[in-house]
């Protein structure tokens, strides 16, 4: 055994910093070897797969022939040179096999060559690299601290992941986003929607950009961004259009339940494109304008009592809560009463609807908190650039948070509520005549 192999047990433990790097080392140079193993393999595994029924003199169909040049890769634990290789063939073309064919480890190219399905041509960066790239723009990075931020997660070797990528993803996102504005919802059946206003800064704009969102349920409980656009000012224009888009693209029902701030003039326009939709007004949003049209002194406590309304167990005790707010305050403060009295009957609309699905409805929160994200990223970069950058940003977005929103609570009974069953204080009314029809469908 070479002297150079043995460790010393007596030699000085290494500082933190040394052993971090010895380690990361250590773990590239595991990967590189785990890699080059995989490709010696995926190989010879396709050299056997063509001996296959062949005579013993019969001369193979493929043979190794070396190496192609060492390929450097950009992954998540630095950059790893591996070399892939190269196979010749034989006879031209190999003998029909439907299993090779089937195979997910290799193939062999229509022009001849064995082609791996573990290093494709061409790739020098991994996808989890690339994706990497997007989500450090989205999350808040700016395109100048790129370079930096990438060497802090790669390692300083790493070249080619310069903010030019960030450019040319822009354009990319931006016909993904037309795209989709453009797709099919003739197959959608949602039961609630949450829509929304969102204002931003924009640097190239005179005015805060505010972008239309719209949000939805589908009948297996799923949550889904149904469509987002730019508007003015949330105006009954603004979403009049954004409602007839959707017609246009096939979605003709509306759903059983709409919530929603009570500014908007997303009502007006609901009513004229989807007729009547029971709406439900945001309790987030009418707690804010009630406290704010009260001192400080009185805003705990009052915020208390207004809690004790949405959260009273049926619609009753919630009217009596209701009531009992304004007794106290509307003398000294008849502002915040008027405020609170507006829309009194559709702020307490999810009474008629499960009690399990109160904690959603009751508000535009899955909005809201989506949208917490979003304005990280503009405070980063100072407001967006443009209304175009303003809107790709938000769609980016809300897709990828999509993917981590929970379904709704007992998704079982959406098909009751599709069905028409009615609910009282969030219970099944007793004697639904159409409880029987829901539950067959």
């Known amino acids: ?36 193993e995989a490709l010696e393999s995926e190989v010879e595994e396709f050299c056997e797969k063509l001996r296959e029924g062949q005579g013993a003199s019969d001369p193979a169909v493929a043979v190794r022939n070396g190496h192609l040049p ?20 034989r006879g031209g073309e190999p003998p029909a096999d439907p299993a090779l064919g089937s195979s997910p480890v290799s193939a062999k190219s229509s022009s001849g060559r064995f082609t791996s399905a573990i290093l494709p041509p061409y790739l020098r960066r991994l996808p989890g690299v690339d994706a990497l790239i997007p989500a450090l723009y989205l999350k808040g990075i700016s395109t100048g601290d790129f370079q930096e931020a990438l060497a802090a997660i790669l390692g ?11 450019v040319r993803l822009k354009a990319v996102w931006e016909d993904e986003y037309q795209l989709w504005c453009r797709r ?18 924009v640097r190239l704009d005179e005015e805060r950009s505010c ?7 589908l009948e297996d409980g799923r949550k889904e961004v149904i469509a987002v656009q730019d508007g003015y000012r949330e105006s009954k224009e603004s979403w009049k259009d954004l409602l007839a888009d959707l017609k246009r693209r096939g979605l003709n029902q509306g759903p059983k339940l709409a919530v929603g701030d009570g500014a908007l003039g997303f009502w007006a326009a609901l009513a004229e494109e989807f007729g009547e939709v029971q709406g439900q007004r945001c309790w987030v949003h009418k707690t804010a304008n009630v406290l704010d049209k009260m001192p400080k002194s009185v805003q705990s406590q009052a915020k208390k009592r207004i809690h004790d309304i949405y959260l009273a167990p049926t619609k009753k005790e919630a009217f009596q809560a209701f009531d009992e707010f304004v007794r106290l305050y509307t003398d000294k ?58 809107l790709t940003m938000v769609f980016k977005l809300s897709l990828a948070a999509q993917k981590k929103w929970r379904r709704l609570n007992a998704p079982q009974v959406l098909g009751k509520i599709m069905g028409g069953v009615r609910f009282e204080d969030g219970e099944e009314a007793t004697g639904n005549p159409n409880a029987a029809q829901a539950i067959a469908a």
């Open 1 to 36: 055994m070479k002297k150079d192999n043995v460790l010393s047990l007596g030699a000085p433990v290494p500082q933190v910093a040394d052993s971090r790097s010895v380690l990361e080392e250590l773990a590239r140079e595991g990967a590189r070897r785990m890699l080059q």
């Open 70 to 89: 060492a390929r450097k890769l950009v992954t998540g634990i630095g950059l790893l040179e591996v070399k892939q290789p190269r196979v010749r063939m």
């Open 156 to 166: 300083p070797q790493v070249v080619g992941l310069s903010a030019a990528n960030i």
């Open 184 to 201: 099919d919802l003739s197959h959608k059946r949602y039961v609630y929607w949450w829509a929304d206003g969102v204002h931003f800064n």
């Open 211 to 217: 972008i239309l969102v719209l949000m939805g349920a």
């Open 333 to 390: 403060y008849p502002k915040a009463c008027q405020c609170l009295q507006k829309d009194k009957a559709e702020m307490l609309a999810f009474y008629d609807f499960p009690a399990q699905h109160w904690p959603h409805i009751r508000s535009t929160n899955p909005i809201e908190s989506t949208f917490a994200t979003v304005r990280l990223r503009t405070q980063k970069t100072k407001g967006c650039g443009s209304r175009t950058a303003t």
